[in-house]
């Protein structure tokens, strides 16, 4: 089945850095990706989807200066917390699905712990 | 944006069956679909309704009415591994995924 990896599985950094989460389709080819969070008991909320080639959308409310997103090929998405602070603090997940949307699920990496001190 | 609404918990004993609803509005739909998330872990997926009527996966059923904006997933012979979040999702008509805010089954011995 289709498999999408994300890393790093959990990350701690400090106030005021940035971050890097990785993630990869690994036996299909994206253009589309997505980008959720989610807080401790509550759903996961889309931020962006990432498109290849061009520029990401985000979703209402979500900062696209303080959460940068890159879709260089087609089996790479990435997305870089800037200037991290202690509210961005939330697990990450990224999600593709194969091509032709019809009745394709979405698949889910196992997500990104994020710790901001 | 879109209305998804389940319960947020549910109880049940092992052996038992649960039925977990869902009611939506969403702006156009291509389909609903159900996620079983253990806690610190991301969503895999349980079940696919694109068209109104019943699908039966094993132990796991999901029934779809387009026209009442509702969906349930039924479990069957519950197993203590099925205690769980289980999140009912709609994709709109620009494919865009929305969550609803998940149900949490205990199962109890």
């Known amino acids: 089945g289709a498999v999408v990896s994300q890393h790093p599985s959990w990350v701690i950094c400090k106030s005021g850095t940035s971050v890097k989460i990785e993630c990869r389709s690994l036996?299909?080819?994206?253009?589309?990706m997505f980008w959720y969070r989610q807080f401790p008991k509550q759903s996961l909320m889309l931020m962006a989807t990432?498109?290849?080639?061009?520029?990401?959308?985000?979703e209402q409310g979500v900062e696209k200066d303080k959460f940068l997103i890159n879709h260089a090929s087609l089996t790479l998405s990435t997305l870089t917390v800037t200037s991290a602070h202690p509210e961005d603090s939330s697990f990450y997940i990224c999600?593709?699905?194969?091509?032709?949307?019809?009745?394709?699920?979405?698949?889910f990496g196992n997500g990104t712990r994020l710790t901001v001190t | 944006g879109q209305n998804i609404d389940q319960p947020t918990e549910m109880t049940a004993t092992e052996g038992a069956i649960v039925q977990i609803n869902c009611t939506y509005q969403?702006?156009?739909?291509?389909?609903l679909f159900w996620y079983q998330q253990h806690a610190g872990e991301a969503p895999t997926f349980l079940s696919y309704?694109?068209?109104?009527g019943l699908e039966e996966k094993g132990r796991f059923s999901s029934f779809l009415s387009r026209s009442k904006g509702y969906s349930y997933l039924l479990l069957k012979e519950l197993q203590m591994k099925d205690s769980a979040s289980y999140l009912c999702?709609?994709?709109?008509?620009?494919?865009?995924?929305?969550f609803g805010a998940g149900t949490t089954v205990t199962v109890r011995a």
């Open positions: 990432s498109n290849e080639g061009s520029k990401a959308t985000y």
């Open positions: 036996d299909f080819q994206a253009t589309t």
């Open positions: 999600s593709a699905s194969p091509p032709g949307q019809g009745s394709s699920p979405l698949h």
């Open positions: 969403t702006s156009g739909f291509n389909g």
């Open positions: 309704n694109v068209l109104d």
């Open positions: 999702a709609v994709r709109d008509g620009d494919y865009k995924l929305s």
